[in-house]
RNA sequence: CGGGGCGUGGCGCAGUCUGGUAGCGCACAGCGUUUGGGACGCUGGGGUCGUGGGUUCAAAUCCCUCCGCCCCGACCA
């Protein structure tokens, strides 16, 4: 049965996730600044937890953070002439402080490529100091036209790592690492949603990029959602910003750049994977509460008894769970296993007189909503039992998810499978077209291609839209 | 930028057509009874009706202006 007040998916699916943002509490709209949205503890707790997970990833293969300024000089954003094209019609500009005019007008970083290349430049004298590799934790602003909170804000936080090699190999070396080895890993692992690897293409990658890679994601409308991109800039930057180092034969050399990124995006993908009717659905790893224990009693002497039961539980999980004792005294229990739903936490476990009699607990897990995923557990071995459960449901999330795309995506052979397979979810097809081609496409379909998979087949086959014989294939999908 | 919708206690809405000085549900506060899937009773507090102007004896309501927000589309992480 869905809650009061959330649409059911079914029904509308956009107008269903707007209900899980405002009744899971993860945002709220900034209403004074538009296109602008408020994280919520809950919602922000869930960001730290994405940071954490991704933060790791990223010191582990090498890199350290830094941090440099919001305002770029409006001339950085010129220098680069893709660049400019991609970004000038979304950059905030800062043209007065003090009370006067500025010198030089300042935009609000829509992305940091140029200002970090401007300290590069200076930074990177010879093949010594490469590779550079660094990452910072930033907001960015974009003025976006159309807003949907964590999908698309005008301003949102993210991650971006810019990183200076001495070769096109190194640069493209790191590019595919960070999707694989930190990107696709966290995404699959810790928000449990699967993704397809992919190289975008000319007409969606990154402006100034030479190649941008991607992992795509399918929410359970089946549109899919880019959750991360690491694009190889080639020289375009190093160029612009004269990133040049001397290498071991005395040579100046012009520099390979990359720079990567996700998002606060992210929480969008985490809802629209897992949750449901109900609620939201936090996958246990990213969970910033996994069990939360609702005591039940009907008077004081039943209270103080089942909490001293509650404590006895939970002595030994500190540091093993993120848990959270619901001791709220003005709330009856029902109202509360409602709200914990809601808000998507993994397991809960009720204990009442009846449990404190039997040295038992009741364990309900959030992926089986509803006194279905109910059961009757005993007190003894229960962390490991709760351990082991939290495990299984990040899996079954996971597995879920998978089975779900799997189900949604479908090979095409001819352009009208195609305009119908795009209707429910991802059309796989092979593409030897150009450009122009897949504008055409999009206007017709509101579909483009999302990437060209790493994972390519063996054989060849007819285009699905030229005819033309090719071995690349494509995921053609309607995008967040 | 185009299309649509909405601005009335914290939230969701009614009241607007047909002008008479604001009401309902939830939430909130107090007390009591409750508590294994969204408890109930009683009492109580809280609103310049988005803004500015006009019509009128009288405006949430009629007329004009402006503003904001949300949704759908084009653009994008």
Redesign the pocket.
């Known amino acids: 049965m869905p809650?009061?007040?959330?649409t059911p998916r079914a029904h509308d699916y956009?107008?269903w996730y707007?209900d899980i943002v405002q009744q899971a509490d993860l945002a709220d709209?900034?209403?004074?600044?538009?296109?602008c949205i408020v994280f919520k503890p809950t919602g922000y707790a869930i960001w730290e937890a994405i940071q954490r997970g991704l933060d790791e990833r990223i010191k582990a293969t090498g890199h350290v953070n830094a941090y440099f300024p919001l305002l770029i000089p409006k001339s950085f954003l010129m220098k680069e002439a893709e660049h400019v094209e991609?970004f000038a019609?979304?950059v905030a500009e800062v043209t007065r402080a003090s009370g006067e005019e500025l010198a030089e007008p300042y935009v609000i970083r829509p992305t940091s490529e140029t200002i970090i290349g401007y300290f590069y430049s200076k930074w990177v004298r010879s093949y010594r100091d490469l590779p550079l590799l660094i990452n910072q934790w930033a907001n960015v602003m974009?003025w976006?036209?159309?807003?949907?909170?964590?999908?698309?804000?005008?301003e949102?936080l993210?991650q971006e790592g810019h990183t200076v090699h001495a070769s096109e190999e190194d640069a493209e070396r790191e590019t595919l690492m960070i999707l694989h080895d930190v990107y696709a890993d966290f995404v699959e692992k810790d928000m449990a949603v699967p993704v397809i690897k992919g190289l975008k293409s000319e007409?969606?990658k990154?402006?100034g990029a030479l190649r941008s890679y991607?992992i795509e994601a399918m929410m359970q409308d089946g549109r899919a959602?880019?959750?991360?991109?690491s694009h190889n800039l080639g020289q375009n930057f190093a160029r612009a910003f004269d990133i040049t180092y001397t290498d071991q034969n005395n040579t100046i050399q012009l520099a390979w750049t990359t720079s990567w990124?996700v998002?606060?995006?992210l929480i969008g993908a985490l809802i629209m994977s897992h949750s449901d009717d109900?609620g939201l659905v936090v996958p246990p790893r990213l969970a910033p509460t996994q069990v939360v224990v609702v005591p039940?009693?009907?008077?004081d002497t039943e209270?103080s008894a089942v909490l001293a039961a509650i404590q006895q539980i939970t002595a030994d999980w500190k540091g093993r769970l993120r848990f959270k004792i619901d001791d709220r005294?003005?709330?009856?229990?029902?109202?509360k296993?409602?709200?914990w739903?809601?808000k998507g936490v993994p397991i809960?476990l009720?204990?009442?007189?009846?449990?404190?009699a039997n040295r038992s607990?009741?364990i309900?897990r959030r992926d089986q909503?509803?006194?279905e995923?109910?059961v009757?557990a005993p007190q003894a071995g229960l962390t490991e039992r709760l351990t082991a459960l939290l495990d299984a449901i990040q899996q079954t999330l996971y597995d879920r998810a998978l089975a779900f795309r799997n189900a949604r995506t479908a090979d095409v052979t001819t352009y009208d499978d195609l305009k119908q397979q795009v209707e429910r979810g991802f059309a796989r097809c092979y593409w030897a077209g150009s450009t122009e081609d897949e504008?055409r496409i999009?206007d017709e379909t509101?579909a483009t291609i999302r990437c060209i998979p790493l994972e390519q087949p063996q054989q060849s086959g007819r285009c699905v839209y030229t005819g033309k014989e090719t071995t690349r294939q494509v995921i053609f999908a309607r995008?967040?």
């Open positions: 809650k009061d007040g959330i956009s107008q707007l709209y900034a209403e004074v600044v538009k296109g991609g019609p979304e974009r976006e036209m159309r807003t949907r909170p964590f999908l698309r804000t005008a949102f993210w007409k969606e990154f402006p991607c959602l880019q959750a991360g991109t990124g998002s606060t995006r109900e039940i009693y009907k008077n209270r005294d003005n709330l009856t229990p029902g109202f296993f409602n709200e739903e809601l809960r009720e204990v009442g007189p009846k449990d404190v607990v009741a309900a909503p509803g006194r995923g109910k009757i504008k999009q509101r995008a967040y």
